[in-house]
Structure formats: structure tokens, C-alpha cells
């Protein structure tokens, strides 16, 4: 099911207790999409998440969309976002970004990323958005502060291995 929401271009939030295996489930999936070749994967390595902005995450696909590795990302945002756009429709497959930590996240740029993933849709392209973190992620989702948002994500709960859960 999650496979499926990635292909059709989605905000996605996964969801877990610490220890959950949040991270490992997410390293596999990649793996998984990565070996199959129909979707695109890429993803964040900041490790600040409360620092993370929309730029920190456009960045990302950048580096990870380029052909040359090497691609210098423009800094005014109309010339950004259309240099992306490009970019994606070049790679002819859907993209996901996965960030991991995402409950650090300034609502901001999560109201931010689901623009950008709306930009790529309306552009004829795919691009998920997959966030992983703490429950505080779901019920930050269900606030009406983000109701725009929490409307439109997929969420996907871990739960963990039921009765060896941590209190």
C-alpha cells in the first residue's frame, strides 16, 4: 500500500514510537525502491531537523537529480523551482524524498512541501514527500493549524512489536 501511495505522488508521514523501526523500515524501502528502478529515490542527510527548511530539502533533490553530481543550486527561488521542475521531468520516473526526524519540522515547511509537491503534480510529475518521526508528527498533522496539510497526507503508524513496546 505505501509502494502504491509513492508512485501516485503523495505526502506521506510515518509514524512511531522510538524504537519502533522507523528507520530501519525506511532503509528498506528505499532499498526496495531504489533495486526496482520505477521510482526515484532521494533523501535528506541534515541532521538538524528543527534547522531544516524547504531549501535544505530542495537541496537534496538536487544533488540527488542531477546527472552531474555537482549541480549548483540557484538561489532565487522562481529560477529554483523551475530548474527542479526540470529536473524531474528529465528523470521520467516518480520521486520520493524521504526525511527522517520529520517531527522536528517547522510547520512552515510542511505546509512548504506540500505546495512543492502540488508544483510537481501540476507540472505532469510525481514527487512523494516521505516523512518519518515521533507520534508528535501525526498529531501535529491533526491540528487545525496544518488541517491543509493533515488533509492530504497518508499516514502510516508503526506501532512496533505489540506488549514489547517501551512505556
Known amino acids: 500500500e505505501l509502494k502504491i501511495t509513492i508512485a501516485q ?9 522510538v524504537g519502533s523501526g522507523k528507520t530501519t ?14 521510482i526515484i529515490v532521494s533523501r535528506s542527510l541534515a541532521v538538524e531537523s528543527s534547522k531544516v527548511s524547504l531549501l535544505t530539502l530542495m537541496t537534496a533533490l538536487f544533488y540527488d537529480l542531477s546527472p552531474d553530481k555537482v549541480e549548483k ?14 529536473l524531474m521531468k528529465k528523470c521520467r520516473s516518480p520521486v520520493a524524498l524521504f ?29 512523494s514527500v516521505i516523512l518519518a518521526g515521533h507520534p508528535k508528527l501525526k498529531n501535529d498533522l491533526k491540528r487545525p493549524t496544518l488541517e491543509e496539510i493533515g488533509g492530504r497526507t497518508h499516514i502510516f503508524a508503526l506501532e512496533g512489536i505489540r506488549g514489547h513496546q517501551e512505556e
Request: glycine share 6%.
Open 9 to 17: 505522488g503523495r505526502l506521506i508521514a510515518i509514524s512511531g514510537i
Open 25 to 38: 523500515f525506511l532503509q528498506r524501502l528505499m532499498a526496495d525502491l531504489t533495486k526496482s528502478k520505477q
Open 73 to 86: 543550486v540557484p538561489s532565487m527561488s522562481e529560477k529554483r523551482e523551475r530548474h527542479l521542475l526540470e
Open 99 to 127: 526525511v527522517d526526524d520529520a517531527h522536528g519540522l517547522h510547520n512552515q515547511t510542511l505546509v512548504s512541501l506540500k505546495r512543492l509537491v502540488e508544483l510537481v503534480r501540476n507540472n505532469g510529475d510525481k514527487l
